[in-house]
């Protein structure tokens, strides 16, 4: 799902509209000569680099109590971070 069809509104209503959120994501850079090598979710990464927001363990414990279906459509929706390579 793209990031207008997620934030839209919220971005509109706050008069921050997306500037860049192509429908396919990370796959546009495909007709560039571009491939996804690797994806890390933001937190994840934080957590590898020991630069994590505090309270974050807070965060995954209510999260526990989410059902394993929300938690993975959330997590769909999460920002990420994404290593391109060439073809």
């Known amino acids: 799902m793209g990031r207008q ?3 839209g509104k919220q971005l509109d ?11 396919e994501e990370a796959a546009f850079c495909a007709q560039f000569g571009w491939r ?3 994806t ?4 994840e990464e934080a957590q ?3 630069r994590a927001p505090r309270g974050l363990f807070i965060w995954k414990l ?3 109590m989410r059902s394993k279906k929300v938690r993975e459509r959330q997590a769909q929706g999460m920002s990420g971070v994404v290593l391109l390579e060439g073809t």
């Open 36 to 38: 996804v090598a690797e």
């Open 13 to 23: 209503a706050a008069a921050a509209p997306l500037r860049f959120a192509p429908e």
């Open 40 to 43: 890390r979710q933001t937190i």
């Open 62 to 64: 209510l999260s526990l």
């Open 5 to 7: 069809k997620t934030w």
């Open 48 to 50: 590898r680099l020991k």
